[in-house]
């Protein structure tokens, strides 16, 4: 498994997710919708917490819906 360094290194997982969003909300003119799901969420919660700003957010980000996100684990 690789973790949020892995990520976020030019042209890694975050690089390509942030310019796939400014690439939708090109195409749209307006910020995009994003759903997360299951590990998804925690990802895109440090995607959006330590790899962008808050004026690329403002400028790209309308909302984040995040579904069955496994922020505090999982139940046994």
């Known amino acids: 498994r690789k973790g949020s360094s892995d990520w ?3 042209g890694g997982y975050f690089s390509q997710l942030k310019s796939g969003i400014e690439e939708l909300r090109a195409r749209a003119g307006k910020p995009v919708v994003t759903v997360s799901f299951s590990l998804g969420g925690p ?3 440090i ?3 330590k790899y962008v700003t808050e004026a690329w957010k403002d400028e790209n980000i309308a909302r984040w819906l995040s579904l069955s996100g496994t922020f505090g684990g ?3």
Request: charged content about 10%; aromatic content about 16%; glycine content about 0%.
């Open 8 to 10: 976020s290194r030019p």
């Open 43 to 45: 990802v895109f919660a």
């Open 47 to 49: 995607f959006l917490n």
């Open 74 to 76: 999982v139940q046994m």
